[in-house]
């Protein structure tokens, strides 16, 4: 069953701090990997998209990577802001369509404080 | 930021009541999305589209229904609202062949009373 696994479910960190956030996945075959920022009320918004080939990819002080072998991708945030505070989403696709099916993971919230 | 756009972006409603939720793009993508999202939960695909009269039901079954006569223009239906189809509906479009980015509007939260 193709299915995407985030972790921590939630996290809180101080405003400066580094943070790392885990994805998980199962999807096959695969196309791409991407991670998307949703603010509060806000519809998701694609930070960084990765293909087969690629282990890192940076957006800012967004930095992707992934492990394909794994199936392992990581979304590290460097000096965290308060606008960082937001859920933090992992959705893989598969190639096995013209749709490009997406899988979401649940997301990761993140709450940055002052 | 993308332009795609969704109203009303809130509505409450009583249970019978027909809605229709709006969802309009100016960047002239082919595919439009529906998605459904409860709070902590992943987004489930509801409906989907290719192009022009083309409309196909998603992975979650929804007693909603949609309709593609422009290419700008995805509205979503809910011909007797339940209290069960409370939630957040979001709207997506995209270009290309398969696997390409998404574009999300702001998303429309529903609550049925």
């Known amino acids: 069953k193709n299915q995407v696994e985030q972790s921590p479910q939630s996290l809180i960190i101080l405003e400066g701090k580094n943070c790392t956030l885990q994805c998980n996945y199962t999807v096959s075959p695969f196309s791409n990997l991407r991670w998307y920022k949703q603010d509060t009320g806000r519809g998701p918004v694609s930070l960084t998209i990765m293909t087969f080939s690629e282990n890192t990819k940076s957006n800012g002080r967004y930095t992707a990577t992934l492990d394909a072998d794994t199936k392992q991708s990581s979304l590290h945030i460097t000096a965290s802001q308060l606008s960082d505070s937001a859920s933090y989403i992992c959705?893989?696709?598969?190639?096995?369509?013209?749709?490009?099916?997406?899988?979401f993971g649940r997301g990761t919230q993140l709450t940055v404080w002052p | 930021e993308a332009d795609i756009y969704q109203t009303p972006r809130y509505l409450v409603i009583g249970t019978g009541k027909k809605i229709t939720l709006e969802c309009s793009q100016t960047m002239g993508h082919d595919k439009m999305y529906w998605y459904q999202q409860d709070p902590g939960m992943e987004l489930h695909l509801i409906h989907y589209s290719y192009g022009v009269n083309s409309t196909e039901k998603g992975d979650l079954s929804s007693e909603s229904t949609v309709s593609r006569i422009r290419t700008e223009h995805f509205p979503l239906t809910l011909e007797s609202a339940r209290p069960s189809h409370t939630s957040q509906y979001l709207c997506?479009?995209?270009?290309?062949?398969?696997?390409?980015?998404?574009?999300f509007g702001p998303g429309t939260r529903l609550l049925v009373l």
């Open positions: 997506a479009s995209s270009s290309g062949q398969g696997g390409e980015t998404q574009y």
């Open positions: 959705v893989v696709s598969d190639r096995g369509s013209t749709l490009g099916r997406l899988y």
